[in-house]
Every structure is written in C-alpha cells, then in structure tokens.
C-alpha cells in the first residue's frame, strides 16, 4: 500500500528554519524521484523541489537558495529544509511521487511574528 506521510511543519518566526519529512511507504523514493508542492487558501498548489533518482534537484525560483531537498534512501524518506523563512513562505506543503502519482495529507507551515 503506497503511502506519504508528512512532518515537521509549525509555526515560526521570520528567519527561522524548519525541516519537513515525507516518509514514503510501499515504493522507493529513490528509484522514482519526489517532489515537494505548496499551496495557500485560493490558490492552485504551487511546485517547490524536486529531487530524481540520480540525486539531480530543481528548486522553485521563490525559494531557491534558501530551501534544500534531500533524501535518505535508507529511511525512504525525503525531506525540504527551510531556511530563512518568510511570511509568503506559508502554506500547506505536500511531498508528491510522480511515478505512483500520489499525494501526501500535507503539513502545515506558519511564519509570522
């Protein structure tokens, strides 16, 4: 049974930092590749990261530099970690395997003073 399931979101302050995990069950996140979404109330979820089999990333140009996706093909789980956050950066964000075609339930992330 194929499975995604988010952690590590919250509420912090602008400039903070936050690492989200997606733990990935019932396929191998390192032969598929995973990506990282976002979405805030009325808008169309949005693509953040990606990472390929190969360890090749692509970031969203609103976060490059300041997010880095990686993964741990041991624990087959991705993770998305957050530096220098800002308020726009808040959303529900969702980890997503192209190859099962399959969402997370998503975390929430908060950034306010």
């Known amino acids: 049974q194929v499975q995604l399931v988010e952690s590590g979101g919250g509420l912090v302050q602008p400039g903070e930092s936050l690492r989200l995990s997606c733990a ?6 390192s032969t598929s ?3 990282w979404y976002r979405q805030t109330p009325g808008k169309d979820r949005e693509f953040v990261a990606s990472i390929s089999p190969g360890y090749t990333t692509y970031y969203a ?3 490059k530099g300041r997010f880095t996706i990686s993964r741990d093909n041991a624990k087959n789980t991705v993770y998305l970690q957050m530096n220098r956050l800002k308020p726009e950066d808040t959303a529900v964000y969702y980890c997503f395997s192209p190859f099962m075609k399959y969402w997370g339930q998503g975390t929430q992330v908060t950034v306010s003073s």
């Open 61 to 63: 140009e609103s976060i």
């Open 24 to 29: 990935a069950s019932g396929f191998a996140t």
């Open 33 to 35: 590749g995973m990506d």
